[in-house]
Nanobody, 111 residues
Framework: VQLQASGGGLVQPGESLRLSCAAS????????MGWYRQAPGKQRELVAMITNSGSTNYADSVKGRFTISRDNAKNTVYLQMNSPKPEDTAVYYCTYQTVYWGKGTQVTVSS
């Protein structure tokens, strides 16, 4: 399975940003995809995951601000980041089943 993420960059606090991640290869019909992040000096942590049936799981720190969604036909998962904060600054990694990982995309929240 290969994962191609896009959409990272520099965003000001309060602005919005959307990350995308497309999976290709040997994709099972039943699966979970999502996002983890790692800030400098910290461990990688869950941001949000979504199953093919639409069940979601969010980190408490992003509930109410971030929304994960997916397009099963395209094997693509999205992370809509609303009202980002400086503490959301990290490298965001797309994952398939928490087994396969994308290369990571930098998100920097700063004024």
């Amino acid at each position: 399975v290969q994962l191609q993420a896009s959409g990272g960059g520099l965003v000001q606090p309060g602005e919005s940003l959307r990350l995308s991640c497309a999976a290709s290869g040997n994709i099972f019909s039943v699966n979970a995809m999502g996002w983890y992040r790692q800030a400098p000096g910290k461990q990688r942590e869950l941001v949000a995951m979504i199953t093919n049936s639409g069940s979601t799981n969010y980190a408490d720190s992003v509930k109410g601000r971030f929304t994960i969604s997916r397009d099963n036909a395209k094997n693509t998962v999205y992370l809509q980041m609303n009202s980002p904060k400086p503490e959301d600054t990290a490298v965001y990694y797309c994952t398939y089943q928490t087994v396969y990982w994308g290369k990571g995309t930098q998100v920097t929240v700063s004024s």
